[in-house]
């Protein structure tokens, strides 16, 4: 087999005539069947001839090439090429990939007759890269500048991937404290990584003035809902916080037209709040000012509420009274977090 030079690839040697070496190809080709014509440089496409069905592509200086071929008469099949795998280095390869009966292709004595007049060493060990590998590489918009024998490579990273993996089923067989020791064991070559910040200490209701004044630009948390929340006993502060949050943002968005009418009613529904209108405006004043606040000037009405839990346990059950301000574009807390009075809830 290595005698004819079938499934090889050898350098192409510092000789003139491998520049010659497309042309001569074509033309021992053409002897063998007449309707095969070299075609011209930088293409691909196929030729049908009476014998020989060929594919082809050529790089567009003419020298490089890749020829897949149908032999109809000794039903053979074989590619030869020629391409570079360096700026100065270039490599020619042959493979047989079938062949009815053993001896019959013409393959051999196309070897023999063309490329071996310029051929070196043999490469050994080297990958010999299909048509379909080289087709494909001469048409993407770079085109072949190199032809690379990936191998070891890719070896070299199916070992490590192997390792890996070995000692990642290794370790997950220890118990939690040995992995730990194993892993303080091992000397550290990492760049060191600063610690993480500590984590800023969860709001309480008494932050609640330091909130307010932090977002007003996005909500107004009138004195009498601060001084309320400060003292009051509701045990989930930061359920509290957002629920300002909702009406700081999405509730807001949707007042002032920059988001969907349901955005604000699926995030609430998604944390479980009710909303609505507080009371009849009719009974607002049989409770005096609890439903009522002083803002800018004018006496307001905290026509609407959100709500959370329908015990009268103050330490469980949420209510935040507020009305929406069309000058100012933002909403305007006046009761929180507490229940107030009614007939009717």
């Not at 609505?276 to 009405?301: H, K, L, M, N």
Request: charged fraction near 25%.
């Amino acid at each position: 087999m290595e005698s004819t030079g079938i499934d090889t690839v050898r350098e192409v040697a510092s000789h003139p005539g491998k520049h010659e070496l497309a042309a001569s190809m074509w033309d021992y080709l053409a002897g063998i069947d007449s309707c095969v014509i070299a075609p011209a440089a930088d293409s691909t496409g196929s030729i049908r001839g009476d014998r020989l069905h060929i594919q082809w592509w050529i790089d567009p200086s003419g020298k490089y090439f890749a020829v897949q071929a149908l032999d109809t008469m000794d039903a053979s099949h074989w590619e030869v090429f020629h391409v570079p795998v360096a700026e100065d280095k270039c490599v020619a390869g042959c493979r047989l990939n079938w062949e009815a009966a053993a001896g019959r292709s013409l393959l051999p004595s196309l070897w023999k007759k063309v490329f071996n007049p310029v051929l070196g060493a043999p490469l050994d060990g080297a990958r010999i890269p299909t048509f379909t590998d080289l087709l494909a590489a001469g048409c993407s918009q770079s085109g072949v500048t190199a032809v690379l024998d990936n191998r070891s490579a890719i070896a070299h990273l199916e070992s490590e991937v192997e390792y890996w993996t070995h000692l990642s089923k290794t370790l997950s067989k220890l118990p939690q404290r040995q992995r730990r020791i194993h892993h303080q064991s091992q000397p550290s070559t990492a760049v060191s990584v600063p610690e993480a910040p500590p984590m800023e200490p969860e709001l309480t209701l008494a932050d609640i003035d330091a909130w307010a004044a932090a977002n007003m630009d996005r909500i107004t948390i009138l004195p009498r809902a601060i001084s309320a929340t400060k003292r009051s006993p509701y045990e989930n502060a930061a359920f509290l916080y957002d629920c300002l949050e909702l009406l700081a943002t999405e509730y807001t968005q949707v007042k002032t037209g920059a988001a969907d009418r349901f955005a604000f009613k699926e995030k609430a529904d998604a944390m479980g709040l009710d909303y609505g209108g507080s009371v009849d405006p009719t009974r607002a004043g049989e409770r005096g000012d609890q439903y009522f606040i002083r803002w800018r000037g004018r006496r307001r009405f905290l026509d609407q509420h959100i709500t959370k839990g329908s015990a009268r346990d103050p330490r469980f059950c949420l209510r935040i009274y507020f009305t929406f301000d069309e000058d100012e574009q933002k909403v305007v807390v006046g009761s929180m977090p507490a229940h107030l009075d009614t007939s009717s809830s």
